[in-house]
């Protein structure tokens, strides 16, 4: 699991609960949350990680597949080429 997907889930929890703490210190909150809760409780959250993983790559696929991204595609073609 990415440590940042993590913190993203976290961090509104953890930033209600110690509104003067800096960025920095709700990561090091963070961190020990992690270090401290039980197997179990780490298997609910891989789990949920694994779950919008699988979401995303599925949205990214079809993004992939779209018009939107051919034209991109395109454009740096053609951009790469002009900026040689």
Partial sequence: MSPAWLTHS????????NPD????????I?????RDISDADKAVYQHEYE???????KAFKAYQNSHAYQ????AKVTSDIFFK
Avoid at 30 to 34: A, D, F, L
Avoid at 51 to 56: C, P, Q, R, S, V
Avoid at 71 to 74: E, G, L, S, T
Wanted: no cysteine; glycine share 6%; proline share 0%.
């Fill in 71 to 74: 034209q991109y595609i395109n």
């Fill in 21 to 28: 703490a800096q960025l920095w210190d709700i990561g090091k």
């Fill in 51 to 57: 779950i919008e993983k699988a979401e995303y790559e």
């Fill in 10 to 17: 976290l961090f509104s929890k953890v930033r209600a609960e």
């Fill in 30 to 34: 963070i961190g020990q949350m992690w």
